[in-house]
């Protein structure tokens, strides 16, 4: 029984990324244990049904992202992590004085240990991923998809060429199926840290943004997809092969409840805005009578009490308000009549009656280059850069500012060179604020013909900690240090 469910596991799987040869031999091998689920040769997926049993299948009715392992994926959630946080004291920076935390190690372990103390306790998650560029993945899961399918391929039909179409396409699905294995138990873990009004933000590329978008509906629920920025992080390359030039990356946004979740919003500009008649309304500008849409009962004649002169919106417009507001609003001084005939009628617009005194933030984020980044590292380390591609603190301060109050701790699973807790510093010193950070980061170690090698770093959580202690020196705010923890795992 267990060996039939194993291949059952195999056949439902939607959209699989085994090629249809593959299926096909595994089909003749189903048949020979199951001939009777078969009828003329075809599976028949009602006897299946039958022969399982109610109980013994899943019916996947919803849309949703299926892969290789995907069940093997998030199995690793629910699996019990056989370890506990150790503080590194010698490693921490003024770890009396802050709650600022870095711990070391792989992250989908550190969530784990970190869920008793911090669930529901999390404001904003923000999550820099590494993009899939078709490498390897530097995390410990125990499963990876092996690309020798095409291979086989060829030895059983006794093909000489190479169809290389079609081994792309095997290859490319090798690709995203690990990818989506490293993100997609990480992405649910975090779901049970955020507060009731918190959110994830997700930095991503054009490789995965689809893929990333179709598990963060399954994750966090389609209905709380907030939004996407689209980042302008470079110039136009002034060469390239098919003349297109991609300048931008995706910022992906979910909360834990749409509902609950609201932008901090942009300053409004009110300079216009004055008040020469000593209005007792206050400040106001003028506002423009007439929509573009309406019906006909919006494009009744307005009579000036003074000159008696009709007023009629233009051919095409309407009135934005309803009859029975001009009595009041000539009342209260809002619609203001001229004395002499042939001009208009003046209608303000109060800076009171505004909804708010913030307007809405745009989602494209075109005024911070991804060079600011590697400009920042520069400046804190004149002898050489020890991270690429670093994202720019701005960038993670606009976020921040958008997504998280003074006194809110933000949440980094992919910790990098430590932008997150620069920005955290930075925002706290231009705020005076008191938010806190989580880093996390795999003791990843650096090639040693990388620059960071050649600097003395030995990894990544090392340029990171390293970082930490350099741009807290530049802050005068209190909480600029770090405690420093390592995952030590249980014999």
């Known amino acids: ?63 949703e992202l299926s892969w290789y392992d995907k069940k093997l994926a998030l199995d690793s959630t629910k699996a019990n992590c056989e370890a506990e946080l150790v503080f590194v004291k010698d490693k921490s920076i003024l770890p009396i004085k802050t709650k600022n935390l870095f711990i070391e190690g792989d992250n989908l372990d550190a969530l784990k240990l970190l869920k008793k103390d911090y669930q529901g306790k999390i404001k904003l998650i923000y999550i820099d991923p590494p993009y899939n560029t078709g490498k390897n993945f530097a995390f410990s899961d125990n499963y990876h998809l092996a690309a020798d399918d095409y291979l086989e391929y060829l030895n059983q039909f006794n093909i000489g060429r190479v169809d290389e179409f079609t081994q792309h396409r095997i290859e490319s699905g090798e690709i995203h199926t690990q990818w989506l294995n490293m993100i997609f138990p990480r992405l649910i873990l975090t779901k049970d840290f955020l507060t009731d009004d918190g959110a994830v933000v997700i930095s991503i590329d054009e490789s995965e943004k689809n893929n990333l978008q179709l598990i963060c509906n399954e994750v966090y629920g389609e209905e709380n997809f907030v939004g996407c920025f689209i980042w302008e992080n470079r110039s136009i390359s002034n060469d390239s092969a098919n003349l297109f030039s991609t300048i931008h990356e995706y910022i992906l946004v979910y909360a834990k409840d749409k509902s609950k979740l609201k932008f901090k919003g942009e300053e409004k500009d009110f300079s216009n805005y004055s008040n020469p008649d000593q209005d007792e309304n206050g400040e106001w500008i003028p506002d423009n009578p007439t929509a573009a849409s309406g019906n006909e009962n919006a494009r009744f004649p307005i009579t000036n009490p003074i000159t008696k002169e009709e007023y009629l919106p233009p051919n095409g417009r309407y009135w934005a308000f309803s009859k029975a507001r001009v009595e009041e609003w000539i009342k209260i001084g809002k619609m203001v009549f001229p004395k002499e005939r042939g001009k208009r009628f003046l209608l303000k617009k ?49 976020l921040f500012d958008q997504l998280s ?27 005076d604020s008191n938010r806190k950070f989580i880093c996390i980061q795999k003791n990843e170690k650096l090639a040693v013909n990388s620059a960071g090698y050649k600097l003395g770093f ?19 705010v209190n909480n600029s240090g770090v405690n420093y923890f390592n995952i030590e795992y249980l014999k």
């Open 1 to 63: 029984m267990i060996e039939i469910i194993a291949y059952l596991n195999i056949m439902t799987n939607k959209t699989s990324l085994l090629s249809s040869y593959k299926k096909e031999k595994q089909l003749r091998e189903l048949k020979g244990i199951l001939p009777e689920i078969f009828e003329g040769g075809v599976l028949d997926i009602q006897k299946l049904k039958a022969f399982i049993g109610e109980d013994g299948f899943i019916d996947h009715a919803n849309y």
């Open 350 to 398: 109060y800076r009171s009656e505004l909804k708010s005194e913030q307007k809405p933030l745009s989602s494209i984020i075109t005024d911070i280059p991804g060079l600011k980044g590697t400009k920042e590292l520069k400046e804190l380390y004149p002898e050489g850069i020890p991270f690429k591609h670093p994202k720019p603190t701005d960038l993670l301060i606009l």
């Open 405 to 431: 109050g003074k006194e809110d701790t933000v949440l980094d699973i992919f910790a990098g060179s430590a932008t997150t807790a620069h920005a955290v510093y930075k925002i706290n010193q231009a705020q």
């Open 458 to 476: 030995s990894s990544i959580s090392d340029i990171a900690i390293d970082r930490i202690g350099r741009a807290g020196k530049l802050q005068s």
